[in-house]
């Protein structure tokens, strides 16, 4: 079975201001010093500030992310800033699909696979998130919301998508306070990596990264890393501190 390194990822949303952009990569890169060889670590700041967060880790191993990207090379997308701009920032990784894309900016399937589809060839790194919301897990359809908002990778070749990391991230637990328990992510992890496995190939289901997001705390890190199909965590609010997300990582590694 291929390796899969686990992979931390640092969501600040709409928040930081440039000055703590920047003060927040040497206190963290200190912090997480003796396991950065061990693990991936991604930080994803407003766009606004990608090209200073990318000058600030120059000399680190810390990679950078944006939040989202549009579905084409350039036009008339008013907002929008396009998979080519962030390459030629420098930047490699791109968060997509998120649930306040989906359910705040009303981003629906066809949008985000565009948008993933254009990420892609413009040779990004998606971290293409999926999850239910809590009506939808007490209705018993959170399969089903999975397998829905999954059915687009079936177009994109499997050349295509081993650039793809997957983030199981449940509505219900993002800014909550309520994780989903290491259980209750294992279990929808596995049904992910399952359902690559039949509908892409099982070599790809198993190099593929699953991350768990949805409020990940340094308490909790450790119990969600130890589940066989959790190889990493999206963080939010607790990413927001440089100690407390470097917590997270260490205790996720448990080092
Ligand atoms: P919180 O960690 O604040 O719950 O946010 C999770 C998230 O949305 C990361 O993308």
Not at 108 to 131: N, Q, Y
């Amino acid at each position: 079975m291929e390796q899969r390194k686990p992979l931390f990822i640092a969501n600040w949303k709409m928040n930081k201001l440039s000055k703590e952009v920047v003060a927040f990569v040497p206190i963290f890169y200190e912090a997480i010093q003796s396991v950065s060889q061990k693990c991936e670590i991604v930080l994803a700041p407003v766009a606004v500030y990608l090209s200073k967060l990318i000058e600030a880790t120059r000399s680190t191993s810390i990679q950078v992310a944006a939040q989202n990207c549009g579905g084409a090379k350039s036009g008339a997308f008013t907002g929008e800033i396009s998979p080519v701009m962030l390459k030629e920032l420098g930047v490699n990784w791109v968060i997509l699909g998120h649930s306040e894309r989906r359910h705040v900016f009303k981003e629906d399937e066809a949008l985000v696979s565009a948008r993933l589809k254009a990420a892609i060839e413009e040779g990004l790194l998606p971290v293409f998130c999926v999850g239910e919301k809590l009506e939808e897990r007490k209705s018993g359809q959170t399969f089903a919301v999975i397998e829905r908002q999954l059915k687009g990778l079936k177009e994109l070749s499997e050349n295509h998508l081993k650039a793809l990391t997957i983030a199981y991230e449940p509505v219900w637990a993002i800014g909550t306070g309520e994780n989903a328990t290491s259980a209750q992510a294992q279990e929808v992890h596995a049904f992910i990596r399952q359902w690559l496995s039949k509908n892409i190939s099982s070599p790809f289901a198993n190099g593929t990264r699953i991350l768990y997001g949805g409020s990940v705390k340094a308490d909790n890190s450790s119990q969600l890393m130890a589940m066989e199909d959790v190889d990493g965590l999206l963080v939010g609010g607790a990413s927001l501190d440089p100690l407390s997300f470097g917590e997270i990582v260490k205790k996720g590694l448990n080092s």
